[in-house]
């Protein structure tokens, strides 16, 4: 199975300029967790929904007068829409992420895999509870 047979497509993505608030309104009204943050045609970024509660709310910052790219994760994990989903899952449990970026073949951003994704569209039981007991592995925290 390809990532393309699951992804989650289209994809809103937001500017580095714009402001957190605006940020939380697009991931309410799309329903979305995650933004790919782009400075003109590239990506430089993601924010997420634990981004803002952890950078800005948690911090105390003014989330109007907090601009995407002051909050968003600069790491960007990403693959193809023919990679296979045993790469595409070793990926997310190596970053230890939920979510991964997608890219076509002209470099944009096609898609989202996220676990959620994994979780309701994978057919095969096996290979979906290896999946998900990889990537959801707890941290080891000191």
């Known amino acids: 199975m390809r990532v393309r047979d699951i992804m989650s497509s289209p994809v ?45 709310v948690a911090e105390g910052l003014d989330p109007q007068n907090t601009p995407v790219s002051s909050a968003m994760s600069t790491e960007v ?26 890219l076509g073949n002209d470099n944009t951003v096609s898609g989202v895999l996220s676990i959620g994704d994994i979780a309701r569209k994978m057919e095969d039981e096996h290979l979906l509870h290896e999946v998900l007991g990889r990537i959801c592995e707890p941290a080891n925290v000191h």
């Open 12 to 56: 809103e993505t937001i500017s580095h300029e714009a402001m957190i608030t605006e940020a939380a309104e697009k991931m309410r009204t799309f329903e979305v967790g995650v933004l790919p943050v782009m400075k003109e045609d590239e990506i430089v970024g993601v924010i997420t929904d634990r981004d803002i509660a952890i950078r800005v």
């Open 77 to 102: 994990a990403s693959c193809s829409e023919d990679t296979d989903m045993e790469e595409a899952a070793s990926i997310m449990e190596e970053k230890k992420i939920h979510r991964l970026l997608v």
